[in-house]
T-cell receptor, first 112, second 113 residues
Framework: AQSVTQLGSHVSVSEGALVLLRCNYS??????LFWYVQYPNQGLQLLLK??????LVKGINGFEAEFKKSETSFHLTKPSAHMSDAAEYFC??????????FGAGTRLTVKP | NAGVTQTPKFRILKIGQSMTLQCAQD?????MYWYRQDPGMGLKLIYY???????DKGEVPNGYNVSRSTTEDFPLRLELAAPSQTSVYFC????????????FGSGTRLTVV
């Protein structure tokens, strides 16, 4: 069965520092992988996705993620954190349209 | 363009009461989903629908029912509310053939006391 593990429920970085949010997946078939962001009292918004093709995926707001099959990972990075990046981030995996599994989430705090 | 609209935004229920969470989308999406979000647990799929008249269970369907009489609407019914159903509920939709095209509503925060 497919599942997602996000390492670290809370991550704190300084403004301007590198953001690294970790995601590992378990899937018996080639996965589709996603990162979503959730701001307070809002729904989830898609940051980026990997389906097929290039393993380095660029998303909105300067985020990117790399699909590494050998490591079963899909870590999210951003070179320089902004205060506006403070939010909760969810990694998700699916291989069909009817069963997307989400990780428990990582809350990102950005310190001035 | 409203996207996915959920009502109400907040609700407090007493144990044993029932209610319907409303979800409507104006994007002509065939696929619609209901998730619940519990602290530290991510989102879990309750029910989904691949088109009007077709629904199916997700990971955590017990205590809930759904219907899909139109493409636009996908209400979630709670019968005999229990404290374990205290959660934030999200509705989402996606178009055919694009597994990643999820649009989420802003959620309904439900407390059962």
């Amino acid at each position: 069965a497919q599942s997602v593990t996000q390492l670290g429920s809370h991550v704190s970085v300084s403004e301007g520092a590198l953001v690294l949010l970790r995601c590992n997946y378990s899937s018996s078939v080639p996965p589709y992988l996603f990162w979503y962001v959730q701001y307070p009292n809002q729904g989830l918004q898609l940051l980026l996705k990997y389906t097929t093709g290039a393993t380095l995926v660029k998303g909105i707001n300067g985020f990117e993620a790399e699909f590494k099959k050998s490591e079963t990972s899909f870590h999210l990075t951003k070179p320089s954190a902004h205060m506006s990046d403070a939010a909760e981030y969810f990694c998700a995996v699916t291989y069909n349209n009817n069963d997307m599994r989400f990780g428990a989430g990582t809350r990102l705090t950005v310190k001035p | 363009n409203a996207g996915v609209t959920q009502t109400p935004k907040f609700r407090i229920l007493k144990i044993g009461q029932s209610m319907t969470l409303q979800c409507a989308q104006d994007m002509n999406h065939n696929y619609m989903y209901w998730y619940r979000q519990d602290p530290g647990m991510g989102l879990k799929l309750i029910y989904y629908s691949v088109g009007a008249g077709i629904t199916d269970k997700g990971e955590v369907p017990n205590g809930y029912n759904v219907s899909r009489s139109t493409t636009e609407d996908f209400p979630l019914r709670l019968e005999l509310a229990a404290p374990s159903q205290t959660s934030v509920y999200f509705c989402a939709s996606s178009s055919d053939g694009r597994v990643y095209d999820y649009t989420f509503g802003s959620g309904t925060r439900l407390t059962v006391v």
